[in-house]
Each structure stands twice: as structure tokens, then as C-alpha cells.
């Protein structure tokens, strides 16, 4: 016995997780080069100002859309730090 609803959710879910990767793999792409670029210029790999704006603008963002921003600052932070270990990969390798 199959339930269309439940595979019909299902498979919008499954569509949603595709489109997540492969936002996070062109952002990964794009904070790559960030990386590339600061340990070229000798900036350091992390930005607290920037990192704190970007927070409290995606706070901002997950109220408005029903989200909790709890989770989504939990989220933001988890690929910050992400992408500052490799930033401070990229200028170790310089």
C-alpha cells in the first residue's frame, strides 16, 4: 500500500535537499575564493564585524519567513566556521 501524498511530499523534500547542496556547494566555491584572495592581501582569515552583520541578518530573515532563528544563526554559524578553517588553510599554504 503506497500513501501519494506522503511520496508526493516526500519527493519535494528530496527535491529541496538537492537544491540545499548544491547552494552550499556554490557558496563553498565563492567563500573559496574570499579565502584565496585574503591570504593574497594578507587579510586575516576571519571577519567578527562581518560575521556578526551576517548573523542578525539572517536572524532577521528567518523571523520573516517562520523560521527559528535560533536554529538559523545555529546554521550560519555552523558554515562560518567552515569556511574560516579553510580560510586559514588557504593563508598556512601561501
Given at each position: ?36 584572495h ?8 576571519a ?48
Open positions: 500500500m503506497t500513501d501519494d501524498t506522503l511520496a508526493r511530499y516526500r519527493e519535494s523534500i528530496d527535491n529541496i535537499d538537492a537544491a540545499l547542496v548544491f547552494m552550499l556547494a556554490e557558496r563553498f566555491k565563492i567563500t573559496k575564493a574570499v579565502g584565496e585574503k591570504a593574497k592581501t594578507g587579510l586575516p582569515p571577519d567578527p564585524n562581518r560575521e556578526s552583520i551576517q548573523i542578525e541578518r539572517l536572524r532577521s530573515l528567518a523571523k520573516s519567513a517562520n523560521l527559528d532563528p535560533d536554529f538559523s544563526e545555529k546554521f550560519l554559524r555552523f558554515i562560518i566556521d567552515e569556511v574560516i578553517h579553510h580560510h586559514r588553510k588557504a593563508s598556512a599554504g601561501k
